[in-house]
C-alpha cells in the first residue's frame, strides 16, 4: 500500500507539474523538434542523389530494353507505374522524419501560444476585478475619511509629511521652469505638452509602447511606475529624460530644457528629523487623481490618460554629486 500511494503521490506530481508548465514544456518541444527537422533534412538531402541514380538507371533500362509496339501493352505501364510508385515511396520515407517533426514543432509551438494566450485573458479578467475591487475600495475611504485620508493612502503617507516640513519649514516648492525660448511650452503646467504632465495617446506615444487594450497601457504604465521607484530607492536619483525614453515619448520639449541647463527628475535629499531619508517616491498621478479620465482609465474603459509627474528641477550641484556616487 504504501508502495502504491508512493506511486500515485509521484504521478500526481508530474501531472501538476506538467499543467503548470506546459508551455514551456511545449516550447522547448518545438525548438527540438524544429533542431531535428533541420537535421533529418539536410540528411535527406545527402541521400537524395543515391534515390534519383538508382531509379533512373532502372527507368532507364525500363525505356531502352523495350520497343515503341510493347510500351503500348498494359503489361508494361504497370510495370513502369509501380517503378514510378516505389521512386516516390523512397522519397517520403526519406523525407518522412523532416516532415513530422517539422509539423511536431509547428503543432507543438501553436499548442503553447494557445495556453499562454488562454491565462493571459484569465490574469487580464482577475485584473479588471481586482481593479474594480480597488475603485469601489477607494470610493469608500473618500466618502469614509475624506479626500484629504484617500491622498494619504495613495501616497504612502507622502502628503502628511509634506504637511509637516511646510510646517517645520523645510518644504520647497517644486521650481516651475520659466522659458526663454517662446517655442518651449513649458512654464503653462495647464498644457498637455508640459514638463510635467503629458498625454499617454497613440499619437504621442512611439516605439510600439502604446496598445488598444487599456489594461496593456495599465500594465506597462504601473509596471514602469514601480520599476523607476526602485531605482530611485537604489540610485538615489531618477531623470525624467529616462522616464521619457523608456516609454517613447516625444523627447522634443526635455531636449530643449537640455539646451538651457534644465534637468528634471527624482532625488532622495530630503531627509527628517532624526537623519533618515524621507519617503519619496516615483509617481505617474494613475492613482493619484480620482477625476473621471483617471477613473475610466483604471477600469479599462478608455485607452488613454495623462500623467502626472510629481518630479522637480534638478539643481546642477545635485545632478553632479549624485554623478560622481
Known sequence: ???????????????????????????????AAGVGATVTGCIAMTKMDA????????LDTFHRGTNDEDKETPEYKRAITKEYGRYGLDIAKTWAPCVGLTLLSGTAALGSFK??????????????????????????????????????????GALKKKQELIAKGKYKEKEVP???????????????????HYYFTEDTVKG???????FYNMRLLCQTQTMFDDRLKNDGIVFLD?????????????????????????VLDCYTEDGMPNDQHVLFGIYEYNDTQHRLFRSGEINDV???????LLTHETCVKFAKG
Open 1 to 31: 500500500m504504501a508502495l502504491l500511494t508512493t506511486i500515485k503521490t509521484a504521478v500526481y506530481a508530474v501531472k501538476d507539474f506538467t499543467i503548470q508548465h506546459s508551455p514551456e514544456i511545449l516550447l522547448g518541444t518545438s525548438i
Open 242 to 266: 529616462d522616464i521619457y525614453q523608456y516609454l517613447g515619448l516625444d523627447m522634443k520639449t526635455l531636449l530643449a530644457e537640455r539646451a538651457q541647463d534644465r534637468t528634471y527628475g527624482w
Open 208 to 214: 510600439g509602447n502604446y496598445s488598444r487594450n487599456p
Open 51 to 58: 534515390i534519383n541514380a538508382k531509379h533512373r538507371e532502372i
Open 306 to 312: 495623462m500623467l502626472h509627474f510629481n518630479c522637480r
Open 115 to 156: 495556453i499562454v494566450n488562454k491565462r493571459l485573458m484569465m490574469a487580464e479578467t482577475a485584473f479588471v476585478g481586482v481593479t474594480k475591487a480597488f475603485e469601489r475600495y477607494r470610493d469608500n475611504v473618500i466618502e469614509d475619511q475624506g479626500l484629504e485620508k484617500d491622498q494619504y493612502y495613495a501616497t504612502n
Open 178 to 196: 520659466v522659458s526663454k525660448d517662446p517655442n518651449v511650452m513649458c512654464n503653462d503646467l495647464t498644457r498637455v505638452d508640459d514638463i510635467f
